[in-house]
């Protein structure tokens, strides 16, 4: 026996597939508009947000040099440079910015397994005293003394530092005191 379609049942075939196909074209419209203004959607392949200062971390991330490397990502810092971040497995969770900065200060080769990566710190000697935070305004204390390798370390040693606090959503600003002396005014010779 053929199979007969009733005319009054088209139209609301059509209609469920035109609502499906305009439900489509307004979700991959709506994924166009998000990523054309420099936003990803969230999702597995999402990068993870920034993490804050104080959040208990196990892995921290340490920056250190890739000198005179024009292929590498990371940020530009002096003589052909750039800061490139490495990560690194703490003893014990600690607050993120101090596990990081007691992980960049314990580094003591010259260079980093299996990164290759240079790091400036390594024959300086120098202890966390203490972080003062107020609103995005990070201070961090040290002591101890300062070994450089030439001009290049200065910038180098400075970026390795101030890279690895501002890895933090909520540190926009930092600044970084050597036995009480503001770090970049004794890297500049005027300390």
Do not use: W
């Amino acid at each position: 026996m053929p199979c007969i379609l009733s005319r009054r049942r088209r139209p609301v075939g059509l209609a469920v597939f035109a609502v499906l196909v305009l439900g489509l074209v307004a979700i991959l419209l709506g994924l166009l508009a998000t990523t054309a203004c420099g936003r990803t959607p969230a999702g597995p392949g999402a990068p993870a947000a920034a993490p804050r200062a104080g959040e208990p971390a196990g892995r921290v991330r340490v920056f250190l040099i890739s000198p005179g490397d024009p292929g590498r990502g990371g940020k530009k810092i002096g003589c052909g440079d750039k800061a490139v971040p490495v990560e690194i497995a703490l003893p014990h969770p600690e607050p993120g910015l101090e596990g990081a900065l007691h992980a960049l200060l314990a580094l003591k080769t010259q260079y980093h397994e299996p990164s290759g990566l240079y790091n400036a710190l390594y024959a300086s000697s120098l202890e966390l005293v203490r972080i003062e935070r107020q609103g995005p305004a990070t201070r961090v204390y040290l002591k101890g003394y300062l070994e450089l390798g030439g001009p290049c370390d200065n910038p180098r040693l400075l970026a390795e530092l101030q890279e690895t606090a501002r890895q933090f959503a909520d540190v926009q600003r930092v600044q970084f005191y050597l036995d009480e002396r503001p770090l970049a005014q004794i890297l500049a010779g005027s300390g």
